[in-house]
């Protein structure tokens, strides 16, 4: 029965959830309507904003030296959580079987583990920072915590879910990742794709400033 | 419920548009912004994190906009916004915020920082949790014309001096002139020194210009406030002058907010695109430069570095045009370690010099100026904002540092040409 609920109504309610939820906020501030800047532009927008989302990945020099951390930190966490979702061998499998119906070469066992332990240790130093660091400790909301937790918790369950045969751990982390997958539009989980519009808002606002961003 | 809180929540209603949408829900708390601004660095008080300083709106976004707060409102468990949510929030955006932007140029994710702060700024003002400073400063611009209380007769004068130091007649109200030029009060009453340099350097280039008894001055307290009704009724001042006198552009003066109230913020504040250009005094005499117009003789010998204003540069895109024109007048020209798009505030921009409560936290935050002046060890810094000279030279006398002070325009006159260009 819970293996029908998971496997069945709970995940085609989470993808649900997810998809329509992510569309839902990406529309509405993409398609929300704006007030047109009267101010005559010095250079055009579009390629400052189009650069900008690019950009945004490699922090100014002029300020790298003083977030080594979270910098060094978000990169473990975010290349390693990447490669295991789209490049695990268990992840390939399920996405053509049961979503995309093609699939592509997954990562050897090797780069899993690397993959694995930089996520891990990328995610935990985050955390630790959050937990101890003046600055975010102030700033970060329940919100952060949760989401922190919960991804936490998804990938460890999906470290116990590759103990072959056992049936309960899968469910565990598919159960996990149902849950994650509700809660992601409602989050900071969305910065996922929000970034986008966001680095290009403000990457147009400063293009027409004719300001590099 | 208070009308102060009632009329600060409308205001940040008001505010939240797609931009607020995106920029909250992208943010991570990450914190980053904090080595980004000088406020932090030279205090280390988390309070002084940009992202912080928009907690006011960010907790209105929260409530009013998300699920979970929408649902904590419907269960009735969720906490109210208080008037203390705004008021223990003033000292953050007006004494401890310089609006220079720097958040805005290292957020991981893009959160223009800096753009929500006015917004908070906005709601703050509207609700009357305002420093004493910024209101009258705002009062005496409506009343007399200037927040520094400067009239006309005061500005009559400053032009009598100049004809009289310069031999020069002053154009005033000359319709039909190719450039409005505007002043900033400290030009009027601490550097007039600007004024006598404009009209040597016209002069010598030939410009057609004009001065305006009904619009002299560029500062804007609205846009310093937050008050943006307060803000489109000065611009419009402006506006109305150099409509009257048909001229083709007005120049914004050496002060970088003057410059974004006026080209960038000023036809949205009254709702309607300009019938002239706005120029930056450094974009004029750079083209004049370019143009063979403006000629100067003689290098300095000195080791001389530019002071980037950040609504000038950072926030105005006006970065290659002062470099441009120091080159041929300097033989050791000296770049600060983060100088451009990147440079350090003074840490009086914003209406933070207007703020007397705010003189202790402005010398503090002015520590950063002086390390990134003291690594490149210079004899003289130039700059272009009278505002950043004033905020400068009160941290050069506080801190005993012997450093000459100069503001572009004054220094190009010096070096004018004898010869007039053809």
Redo the contacts between chains.
């Keep these: 029965m819970i293996e029908y609920l998971i496997d069945g109504p709970l995940w085609h309610l989470s993808l649900a959830v997810f998809g329509i939820g992510v569309v839902w906020?990406l529309g509405?501030?993409?398609f929300?309507s704006?007030?047109q800047?009267?101010?005559?532009a010095?250079?055009a927008a579009g390629p400052a904003a189009f650069k900008?989302?690019f950009s945004?990945f490699i922090?100014?020099k002029?300020?790298s030296s003083?977030?080594v951390i979270?910098l060094v930190a978000?990169y473990m966490f975010h290349l390693g959580l990447f490669a295991l979702l789209f490049f695990a061998v268990p992840h390939v499998s399920f996405l053509e079987q049961n979503l995309l119906g093609f699939g592509w070469t997954p990562m050897p066992h090797w780069a899993f583990i690397v993959s694995a332990q930089l996520a891990f240790l990328g995610l935990i130093i985050l955390w630790l920072r959050?937990m101890t660091?003046?600055?975010?400790?102030?700033?970060?909301?329940l919100?952060?915590h949760v989401v922190a937790i919960l991804t936490f918790v998804v990938m460890l369950t999906g470290c116990f879910a590759l103990l072959e045969g056992a049936t309960a751990l899968r469910l565990l982390h598919r159960f996990t990742v149902e849950l994650w997958l509700i809660y992601f539009p409602?989050s900071?989980l969305?910065?996922t794709f929000?970034?986008i519009?966001?680095?290009?808002?403000?990457?147009a606002?400063?293009g027409r400033?004719?300001?590099?961003? | 419920m208070s009308e102060r809180l009632e009329k600060g929540l409308e205001v940040l209603r008001s505010e939240v548009d797609y931009k607020v949408e995106s920029f909250f829900s992208s943010c991570v708390n990450c914190g980053i912004c904090a080595e980004s601004c000088l406020f932090y660095t030279e205090t280390r008080d988390p309070r002084y994190t940009p992202i912080y300083k928009t907690e006011p709106l960010r907790k209105l976004w929260q409530k009013e906009y998300t699920l979970w707060g929408r649902l904590a409102g419907t269960l009735g468990i969720g906490q109210p916004m208080t008037e203390a949510d705004l008021a223990d929030w003033e000292e953050l955006v007006y004494d401890g915020c310089s609006m220079c932007g720097r958040c805005s140029m290292v957020c991981p994710v893009g959160v223009d920082i800096s753009g929500m702060i006015f917004k908070v700024k906005h709601a703050l003002a509207k609700a009357g949790f305002s420093p004493e400073g910024l209101v009258g400063a705002a009062r005496r611009a409506l009343e007399i014309g200037s927040p520094m209380g400067i009239t006309l007769t005061t500005v009559k004068a400053v032009i009598k001096h100049v004809e009289e130091d310069t031999g020069l007649k002053m154009p005033v109200d000359v319709e039909g002139a190719d450039y409005l030029a505007l002043l900033s009060s400290n030009e009027i009453a601490l550097y007039p020194e600007y004024l006598d340099s404009l009209a040597r350097i016209f002069d010598h280039a030939g410009v057609s210009w004009t001065l305006s008894t009904d619009a002299f001055e560029a500062t804007n307290a609205g846009l310093q406030i937050g008050n943006k009704a307060i803000a489109g009724q000065l611009v419009q001042r402006v506006v109305d002058g150099a409509e009257k006198l048909k001229v083709k552009s007005v120049i914004s003066p050496e002060c970088g907010h003057a410059y974004t109230a006026l080209r960038w913020e000023g036809p949205n504040f009254i709702g309607k695109a300009y019938s002239f250009r706005v120029v930056h005094i450094l974009e004029l005499l750079d083209e004049l430069r370019a143009q063979g117009r403006l000629r100067t003789t003689g290098k300095e010998s000195e080791r001389i570095s530019f002071h980037d204003p950040c609504s000038i540069v950072r926030r105005g895109g006006i970065q290659a045009q002062p470099r441009n024109l120091l080159q041929p007048m300097t033989e050791n020209f000296v770049e600060m370690k983060d100088h451009g798009s990147m440079n350090w505030c003074c840490g009086g921009g914003g209406g933070v010099s207007s703020n007397e409560r705010a003189e202790e936290l402005k010398l503090t935050a002015f520590n950063r100026k002086k390390s990134q002046i003291d690594e490149i060890n210079v004899e003289k810094v130039v700059t272009a904002c009278s505002n950043c000279r004033m905020v400068m030279e009160d941290g050069i006398e506080a801190n005993e540092m012997d450093i000459e002070l100069v503001g572009l325009t004054e220094m190009i006159a010096r070096h004018l040409a004898d010869e007039r260009p053809t």
């Excluded at chain 1, 800047?37 to 005559?40: I, K, N, P, R, T």
């Excluded at chain 1, 400033?209 to 961003?213: F, L, M, N, V």
Aim: proline share 7%; net charge positive; hydrophobic share 40%.
């Design positions: 906020k509405s501030i993409v929300a704006r007030r800047d009267l101010s005559v010095r250079a900008t989302v945004r922090p100014h002029e300020i003083q977030i979270p978000g959050r660091n003046p600055v975010s400790r102030l700033i970060s909301t919100d952060d409602f900071a969305m910065h929000t970034f519009p966001s680095r290009a808002f403000t990457g606002w400063f400033r004719g300001i590099d961003a």
